[in-house]
Nanobody, 128 residues
Framework: QVQLVESGGGSVQAGGSLRLSCVASGDTNGRNWMGWFRQAPGKEREGVVVINRVTGSTAYTDSVKDRFTISPENARNTLVLQMNSLKPEDTAMYYC?????????????????????WGQGTQVTVSS
């Protein structure tokens, strides 16, 4: 079992920044794929970014490229998402997820069902 705990959400104005953290504990061996997903009210959960903690292979959704940066801090079993230039459309509950499913980053970005472990989420609200 793997436990994931997110933190760092909050309310900011458009153009602001937030830094989300996800701390993993438990049996993290082999759960090399991790990612951030988000879900806004009335919308489906969408992939924001996924990364292989060992190879560094990464895939971002187009709407966050050049604004968000994912950074695995493997020594601390922590996954950080730095979010800059935030927009109102970034408002959502953000979830950290992990899996040992073997595939490509681009495939996993669009396949939240392939992720076995999920955190409880942290709310991000961006006002205009």
């Amino acid at each position: 079992q793997v436990q994931l705990v997110e933190s760092g959400g909050g309310s900011v104005q458009a153009g602001g920044s937030l830094r989300l953290s996800c701390v993993a504990s438990g049996d993290t061996n082999g759960r090399n794929w991790m990612g951030w997903f988000r879900q806004a009210p009335g919308k489906e959960r969408e992939g924001v970014v996924v990364i292989n903690r060992v190879t560094g292979s990464t895939a971002y959704t187009d709407s966050v490229k050049d604004r968000f940066t994912i950074s695995p801090e493997n020594a601390r079993n922590t996954l950080v998402l730095q979010m800059n230039s935030l927009k109102p459309e970034d408002t959502a509950m953000y979830y950290c997820a992990a899996t040992n499913f073997f595939t490509t980053a681009r495939t996993l970005l669009h396949a939240p069902e392939k992720f076995t472990y999920w955190g409880q989420g942290t709310q991000v609200t961006v006002s205009s």
